[in-house]
């Protein structure tokens, strides 16, 4: 049985709320498997203590963290170093120990794209539909961009939100690669065979009957339904597309893989595929799927 002792390093997850979270169960069974003597605890953190919070982790030797929702953007400004695609996206989901602080990193997007390689999805040269245009959403557009996609159509219910993600994406580009609608207009996007990545929160657990668009016509031009949600494993969007011929897959890969490369950065080991595919075993068990 595992103890931890006097050498025992700790990385923790900060944010609020956090009492749900699953990545102290990754994280602990990965430093189990990977023999790193290593602690994984959830901290929630209240509004207006993130720079307090920080702080002590440096202060308490803290070999990282992960950043959880609200505090993602909001960290940056108490970073010693930033990693250059986490500064493009704008959000930071991971504190590695650095001289002088912590340098921050964004994994959800090599998470999400690992995920997508495991899943056989193709990414480069293909045109991507995002639905959604929050935090993830335009995170999603600039890791396209990176992994050359040829262009993204970003629907969102609050057109406006999807303009200004378009607007800083094409900013960051340097061309016109994404263009905004309403979720509505759909019918204006333009080809078909889509890979549609589902980056709003609709359909979340306990919502699970709700989907951002219901029109069957939609679907029917979907190959490839990515749903980002994870719980439930098994979305309406899924279901929806499934319906009209196409493949549907979960958020539940792309949880693990951010967790993996968060642990990787802590720990410099690789983790191997065999404990990647326990951990979406477990992820999965966990869940009741
Ligand atoms: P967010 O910033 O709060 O954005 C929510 C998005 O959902 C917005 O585009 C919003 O549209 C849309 N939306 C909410 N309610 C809607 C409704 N009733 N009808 C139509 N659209 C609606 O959230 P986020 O941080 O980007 O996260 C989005 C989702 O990503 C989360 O819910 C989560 O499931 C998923 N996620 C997954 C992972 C993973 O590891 N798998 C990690 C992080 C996040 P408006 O702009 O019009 O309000």
């Keep these: 049985m595992y103890t931890p002792d006097g050498h025992t390093r700790t990385c923790g997850l900060i944010g609020n709320p956090v009492a749900h979270t699953l990545s102290p169960m990754i994280q602990n069974h990965m430093a189990r498997v990977m023999g790193q003597n290593l602690v994984y605890l959830p901290f929630p953190v209240a509004r207006g203590d993130l720079e307090a919070a920080v702080r002590g982790a440096l202060a308490l030797d803290f070999l990282g963290l992960n950043v959880t929702v609200p505090y993602k953007s909001d960290v940056i400004a108490h970073l010693a170093e930033i990693d250059p695609l986490a500064e493009r996206i704008g959000a930071v989901n991971t504190l590695v120990r650095c001289q002088g602080g ?3 990193y964004n994994t ?11 899943d056989g999805v193709e990414i480069a040269g293909r045109d991507v ?10 995170a999603v557009a600039v890791m396209l961009l990176d992994r050359r996609a040829a ?5 969102n219910r609050t057109v406006d939100k999807a303009r200004a993600v378009a607007q800083e994406v094409n900013k ?9 609608y309403a979720l509505k207009d759909y019918g204006q996007i333009p080809g078909q065979d889509w890979l549609v990545v589902q980056a709003t929160s609709v359909g979340m657990h306990p919502h699970e009957e709700d989907a951002p668009i219901e029109d069957p016509a939609f679907y029917r031009h979907v190959e490839i339904g990515y749903d980002l949600i994870f719980n439930p494993g098994v979305t309406r969007f899924m279901r929806l597309t499934e319906s009209g011929g196409g493949r549907a897959c979960n958020g539940a890969r792309m949880l693990v893989y951010q967790g993996i490369i968060a642990f990787e950065l802590w720990t410099g080991t690789s983790v191997d595929q065999n ?15």
């Design 129 to 138: 539909v995002i639905l959604g245009a929050g935090g993830v959403a335009r």
């Design 102 to 104: 912590y340098k921050g």
């Design 151 to 155: 262009g993204v159509h970003i629907l």
């Design 172 to 180: 960051i580009a340097g061309k016109s690669f994404a263009r905004a």
């Design 275 to 289: 404990t990647a595919d326990e951990l979406c075993r477990m992820m999965a068990q966990a869940l009741g799927q």
């Design 108 to 118: 959800d997007m090599p998470g999400l794209y690992r995920a997508m390689e495991q």
